[in-house]
């Protein structure tokens, strides 16, 4: 697959091709969402690969930058993102992607965070005025799976 050049502002944000702009390190940024409760699910970047790897299959693809290499969403838990839409703003440097979810392989709910959570978004932070230090709210209070059961010894996707 190749994507248009990128010719005029007309042709980007009025035209029928898609041009994506990737920033200087080849990746473009992608928010996941639900398709049927329009949560937040996570946030990523892709590269050419991945989204190429995304429209062709139906399935997510990612660049994780913490491993540099290609990552297909659930390759090791199971939990797949099968896009039901892809999105792209007005000026193409964003792609939203709605999707459906699968189950861990190792049993639990339907979720998207490697931290057990349905949703990598699963805490809030706290509004107004603040004289120290901010807290964040837990808006998830149950996981939706056991990582240590789905992942086992396996590394942390995203360690620091």
């Given at each position: 697959?190749?994507f248009?050049?990128r010719?005029s502002?007309?042709q980007?944000e009025?035209?029928?091709?898609l041009?994506?702009?990737?920033?200087?390190n080849?990746?473009?940024?992608?928010v996941?969402?639900h398709?049927?409760t329009?949560?937040?699910l996570?946030?990523a970047?892709?590269?050419?690969?991945a989204?190429?790897?995304?429209?062709q299959t139906g399935?997510a693809h990612?660049?994780s930058?913490s491993?540099?290499?290609?990552?297909?969403?659930?390759?090791?838990s199971?939990?797949?993102q099968?896009?039901?839409?892809a999105l792209i703003?007005?000026?193409?440097?964003?792609?939203?992607l709605?999707?459906?979810?699968?189950?861990p392989?190792?049993?639990g709910e339907?979720?998207?965070?490697?931290?057990?959570?349905?949703?990598?978004?699963?805490?809030?932070i706290?509004l107004g005025?603040?004289?120290g230090?901010?807290?964040l709210?837990f808006?998830?209070n149950?996981k939706?799976?056991d990582?240590e059961?789905v992942?086992?010894?396996?590394?942390?996707?995203?360690?620091?």
């Amino acid at each position: 697959m190749n994507f248009a050049k990128r010719e005029s502002v007309l042709q980007v944000e009025e035209g029928r091709e898609l041009a994506p702009k990737f920033d200087e390190n080849g990746l473009i940024p992608c928010v996941t969402q639900h398709v049927q409760t329009k949560e937040i699910l996570m946030f990523a970047y892709m590269n050419t690969e991945a989204l190429e790897a995304t429209l062709q299959t139906g399935l997510a693809h990612y660049w994780s930058r913490s491993r540099q290499k290609l990552w297909k969403k659930g390759e090791s838990s199971g939990m797949t993102q099968t896009v039901e839409r892809a999105l792209i703003d007005d000026d193409q440097d964003c792609v939203v992607l709605e999707v459906s979810l699968d189950t861990p392989s190792a049993g639990g709910e339907e979720a998207s965070c490697h931290v057990g959570y349905r949703s990598c978004f699963y805490r809030s932070i706290e509004l107004g005025e603040s004289s120290g230090q901010r807290n964040l709210v837990f808006i998830e209070n149950e996981k939706a799976f056991d990582p240590e059961v789905v992942y086992g010894d396996a590394p942390n996707p995203t360690q620091l």
